[in-house]
């Protein structure tokens, strides 16, 4: 029972020795799937643990109302101080999470709890809007949105995000609430993961403005929630449970107890930042990327500017003035291939497949002399204008192989109407031109010599983001029938229009071969 008396609903497994239930440090799993298996409880029962899991407020036999995760924080808090009163507990508590279940265990930290002891975050974010959740760039992620409410039997919930376009509290977030945490976690990601810049976003907050700074732990791998077609080639030695082994160990040495000494784990070699570095599986003269690589943190970029010139032109030294011209619109719009997805197509697919047409604007380096590693955020920053009072800008980068192949890296939109904050939407006057910053998230590539940077723009990458009716106004008032055509404007040339790539040394990427598999 809640503070506010709802009753959730709650599994305990708890582990007899003979007829008596010993106290023992608590798991506890909070979700709005219906899914309480042994099989999810036994890996900790067998270590010593026993463990909750329990419905989300309004899911499934939970009573309440689901408000997304805008009660995570304090249902949890009220469950882990019931937790702390049962005989089965010693009022330790560890919680873990995939996905939507790791979002609840991020929120637990709004309340903070102080049986909270240590976490293993999984595919999820602890930053309610912007870019890790339902928007980017103030562009609703419709795919998502819509495709997840549905599944999970609340579609009549989309009108709420909708009406809440603009960044606000109705959002639960650790921004600026960092200092709650004090646990050593485990952060697990994926570069093609749906809340891949969240989480990374979420781990440095927990890293260096928690009150335990220096105890976290991040593995990001090269995959994600959607998993990736046959047709993709696999990145060889992408599997680890390091962040498994990580988590046990931390549960293990804050449980308050003995835990069971007969549990054997891989003894990995690991450090704070673990992450695998991309690369493509063919065409690589030097075999070069591929492997994981450990480090204390994240290495220090250089951050290197690439310009957009005339003739379709990227280079280091600004060219002569140009202006690219396309008209969008919004019932034609580009069709979403590859990326950062939960439903459809992921991974770094090939673009070429919808990129011939007049209204994607396609830019190329000339073949790379050397091996060129990137390990940070991508931005582009753009000079833009429109004959409309607002659309959307899309940028996407490439690894181009010699046979053409253009092998999506990463990508990232922004709507102008929020060029200046997704707090407060600008109106944009026709014709006028702006500069606007593009975010395309976290990355970690090596482009092989002989290959070249390849970059995309244009208006729309739909369904992954919603379409643009190219019309000021909130997006709950929009009608597809009042969709507008838009005439837009790239104005290159100079450093009107450049990408901005987070170059490092490659020997500063050193291969941990201790880490990756194959299945």
Not at 192 to 217: C, W
Request: with cysteine; net charge neutral.
């Amino acid at each position: 029972m809640t503070r506010d008396n709802v009753s959730l609903y709650t599994v305990v497994w708890a582990m007899r020795t003979w007829e008596k239930i010993s106290p023992r440090p608590v798991v506890y799993i909070r979700s709005p799937y219906p899914r309480f298996e042994q099989d999810v409880a036994l890996p900790w029962l067998e270590q010593g643990y026993s463990v909750v899991q329990q419905d989300m407020r309004g899911m499934e036999y939970s009573n309440g109302t689901f408000s997304f995760f805008r009660h995570a924080g304090d249902d949890s808090y009220d469950t882990m101080e019931w937790i702390s009163q049962q005989k089965w507990s010693n009022g330790v508590v560890f919680s873990m999470g995939i996905s939507a279940d790791g979002i609840n265990a991020y929120c637990q930290s709004l309340a903070k709890p102080k049986w909270l002891k240590s976490q293993l975050l999984i595919w999820a974010s602890g930053i309610g809007y912007g870019i890790p959740y339902d928007f980017h760039g103030g562009v609703m992620k419709e795919a998502l949105v819509d495709g997840w409410l549905t599944s999970i039997f609340r579609p009549l919930m989309i009108t709420e995000v909708k009406d809440h376009e603009v960044n606000s509290t109705w959002y639960p977030s650790l921004v600026n609430k960092f200092s709650n945490v004090d646990f050593p976690a485990v952060h697990w990601g994926g570069w093609f993961d749906i809340f891949q810049n969240g989480q990374i976003d979420t781990f440095l907050g927990f890293q260096y403005e928690s009150k335990r700074p220096g105890d976290q732990y991040l593995v990001m791998t090269p995959h994600g929630h959607c998993i990736f077609s046959i047709d993709v080639e696999p990145f060889p030695k992408s599997e680890t449970l390091l962040a498994v082994y990580i988590a046990s160990k931390l549960f293990k040495e804050n449980s308050g107890t003995s835990m069971n000494p007969n549990l054997v784990l891989k003894d990995y070699k690991y450090d704070k930042v673990n992450f695998y570095v991309m690369a493509p599986r063919s065409s690589n003269p030097d075999n070069v990327g591929n492997y994981y690589t450990s480090l204390p943190k994240f290495p220090t970029p250089s951050y290197t500017q690439y310009f957009l010139g005339s003739s379709n032109t990227i280079s280091k030294l600004p060219g002569s003035n140009h202006t690219y011209s396309y008209y969008y619109d919004p019932f034609l719009p580009v069709m979403n291939w590859g990326g950062n997805n939960l439903f459809g197509t992921c991974g770094p697919r090939d673009q070429r497949l919808v990129e011939d047409r007049p209204d994607v604007l396609v830019f190329h380096t000339e073949p790379l002399k050397e091996n060129l590693a990137i390990t940070g955020v991508v931005i582009a920053h753009l000079t833009v204008s429109t004959n409309r009072e607002d659309t959307d800008f899309t940028v996407k980068i490439m690894d181009e192989h010699p046979n053409k192949f253009a092998e999506l890296i990463t990508e990232g939109i922004t709507r102008l109407k929020f060029r200046e904050s997704v707090n407060a939407p600008k109106k944009a006057v026709p014709y006028k031109e702006y500069q606007i910053e593009v975010n395309m998230k976290y990355t970690s590539w090596i482009f092989p010599k002989g290959h070249k940077i390849r970059v995309s723009v244009t208006s729309s990458n739909y369904p992954r983001y919603q379409a643009n009716i190219n019309e000021f106004k909130p997006i709950k008032d929009w009608s597809i029938l009042d969709g507008k055509i838009a005439s837009n404007k790239i104005h290159a040339g100079g450093k009107l229009s450049s990408i901005t790539l987070p170059v490092v040394d490659i020997n500063g990427l050193p291969k941990n071969p201790d880490i990756g598999f194959n299945i």
